[in-house]
């Protein structure tokens, strides 16, 4: 790429390939006020880097120091050559699994970490209900620690796997009768993001299996229509302060909340970074102190 997006990029990224007669992959976002929709034209960026274009003194480098690695699936071919060092480093890496998409599967089985939009656990695994298609997901993908689905503004759920010899006197449940007992425990009269945990349980998902760990229900924020602004980037919010959390070593309770609470302040702007909050926000003050 050699065009005006290369300067920022140059900024925040320790590695990048530069084509002279390329250009960077560009969205061109519509936002309808009144309805509160966007459209999105979509360029993708040319030409892709290919692995035999990574150099590996440059992929050394490029993971060098690294606390987490992240891939949204795209370029797989080279996101999967940079997963299989990064597994080699014991770097953690957490999947954007937005959609399915050709070298899913592959970077999946590397993956400690998912975040996944509402219809993609059922569409993945095939399983009759949200819950069990978590359920399903840890028990397909033994290296994955958690996953989080995200709602929209009915917030998110999480399934996060229990640690190892820590089984033999859970007590089992069903997942989908345990998700609907934290449904229950919202409180709807609460603005702010809350994080509703379950204990660690056998959580059941008949027909596919049992997993140890906890469910959790996350809240969104309750946006006043005043000051919903543009919904562009709310998802790719919510990933950075999950991203951010992890680095921070902050606990699931807290970064269920935060990650919302990040995302919610991402609405309240047009664009996808304009609303983006620093870390001195008053709003993200509970959560880093």
Same mark, same amino acid.
């Given at each position: 790429?050699?065009?005006?997006?290369?300067?920022?990029?140059?900024?925040?990224?320790?590695?990048?390939?530069?084509?002279?007669?390329?250009? *960077?992959?560009?969205?061109?976002?519509?936002?309808?006020? /009144? +309805?509160? +929709?966007?459209t999105?034209?979509?360029? @993708? #960026?040319? @030409?892709?880097l290919?692995?035999?274009?990574?150099?590996h003194?440059?992929?050394?480098?490029?993971?060098?120091?690294?606390?987490?690695?992240?891939f949204?699936?795209?370029?797989? /071919? +080279?996101?999967?050559?940079?997963a299989?060092?990064?597994?080699?480093?014991?770097?953690?890496?957490?999947i954007?699994?937005?959609?399915?998409?050709?070298?899913?599967?592959?970077?999946?089985?590397?993956?400690?970490?998912v975040?996944?939009?509402?219809?993609?656990?059922?569409?993945?695994? &095939?399983?009759?209900s949200?819950?069990?298609?978590?359920?399903?997901?840890?028990?397909?993908?033994?290296?994955i620690?958690?996953?989080?689905?995200?709602?929209?503004?009915?917030?998110?759920?999480?399934?996060?796997?229990?640690?190892?010899?820590?089984?033999? &006197?859970?007590?089992?449940?069903d997942?989908?009768?345990?998700?609907?007992?934290?449904?229950q425990?919202?409180n709807?009269?609460?603005?702010? @993001?809350?994080?509703?945990?379950s204990?660690v349980?056998?959580?059941?998902?008949?027909?596919? #299996?049992?997993?140890?760990?906890?469910?959790?229900?996350?809240?969104?924020?309750?946006?006043?229509? *005043?000051?919903?602004?543009? +919904?562009?980037?709310?998802?790719?919010?919510?990933?950075?302060?999950?991203?951010?959390?992890?680095?921070?070593?902050?606990?699931?309770?807290?970064?269920?909340?935060?990650?919302? /609470?990040?995302a919610?302040?991402?609405?309240?702007?047009?664009?996808?970074?304009?609303?983006?909050?620093?870390?001195?926000?008053?709003?993200?003050a509970?959560?880093?102190h």
């Open positions: 790429m050699s065009d005006s997006a290369l300067s920022l990029l140059l900024t925040i990224c320790r590695f990048i390939q530069v084509s002279k007669e390329g250009n *960077s992959p560009f969205t061109y976002v519509i936002v309808d006020n /009144q +309805t509160k +929709t966007r999105c034209i979509h360029t @993708p #960026g040319y @030409p892709p290919l692995p035999d274009e990574l150099s003194s440059s992929l050394l480098s490029a993971l060098n120091g690294a606390r987490l690695v992240y949204d699936v795209r370029l797989h /071919q +080279t996101a999967l050559l940079v299989e060092e990064a597994a080699r480093r014991k770097i953690p890496i957490l954007d699994a937005e959609r399915k998409r050709e070298g899913l599967d592959d970077l999946l089985n590397f993956a400690s970490y975040v996944c939009p509402a219809k993609f656990p059922q569409a993945w695994t &095939e399983a009759p949200v819950a069990k298609a978590l359920v399903s997901m840890l028990l397909r993908l033994p290296h620690k958690f996953v989080i689905v995200t709602l929209g503004e009915d917030g998110c759920i999480m399934v996060e796997r229990n640690g190892p010899g820590e089984t033999m &006197e859970l007590e089992e449940i997942v989908d009768e345990l998700l609907e007992s934290l449904y425990k919202k709807n009269d609460t603005a702010i @993001p809350k994080c509703i945990p204990p349980m056998k959580l059941k998902a008949s027909g596919i #299996g049992t997993v140890s760990g906890r469910l959790f229900v996350g809240t969104a924020e309750k946006i006043p229509p *005043s000051e919903l602004i543009d +919904t562009t980037g709310a998802g790719d919010a919510f990933i950075g302060a999950v991203l951010y959390a992890l680095c921070a070593d902050m606990p699931s309770e807290k970064m269920v909340p935060f990650a919302a /609470q990040v919610a302040a991402s609405c309240r702007a047009l664009g996808a970074r304009t609303g983006l909050p620093h870390r001195t926000d008053p709003r993200l509970s959560f880093l």
